[in-house]
């Protein structure tokens, strides 16, 4: 059983910094593609990052490439996010992914369908 634990989230101003941690247990997730995603009320959770087993490819979404970036420890089975030039409508809870494989950069790495396993989710506040 693979659990996911979520933990740097906050309250910051924008235009700031926060860096965001995911922790993997239950099992080894270096040959899974990991991902971030996040989710505000009554919206649908939209994908915000992915990063390959290795870490040598990561997608973003438009909406955060060039301030967020996503990097990943193997050996500690632990994925990040750096979001920097935090912007109020990054304002989210922030959710950590895990697929089964490298597979998803062919299926559809935005696609929630795409991730077997997720955590709870941790909230990110920025304010204006």
């Known amino acids: 059983q693979v659990q996911l634990v979520e933990s740097g989230g906050g309250l910051v101003q924008a235009g700031g910094s926060l860096s965001l941690s995911c922790a993997a247990s239950g099992r080894a997730l270096n040959s899974a593609a990991m991902a971030w995603f996040r989710q505000v009320p009554e919206k649908e959770r939209e994908f915000v990052a992915v990063i390959s087993s290795s870490g040598g490819a990561s997608v973003y979404a438009d909406s955060v490439k060039g301030r967020f970036t996503i990097s990943r420890d193997n050996a500690d089975n632990t994925i990040y996010l750096r979001m920097s030039t935090l912007k109020p409508e990054d304002t989210a809870v922030y959710y950590c992914?895990?697929?089964?494989?490298?597979?998803?950069?062919?299926?559809?790495?935005?696609?929630?369908?795409?991730?077997?396993?997720w955590g709870q989710g941790t909230q990110v506040t920025v304010s204006s």
């Open positions: 992914a895990a697929a089964n494989s490298d597979y998803v950069f062919r299926t559809g790495t935005s696609e929630m369908a795409s991730y077997a396993h």
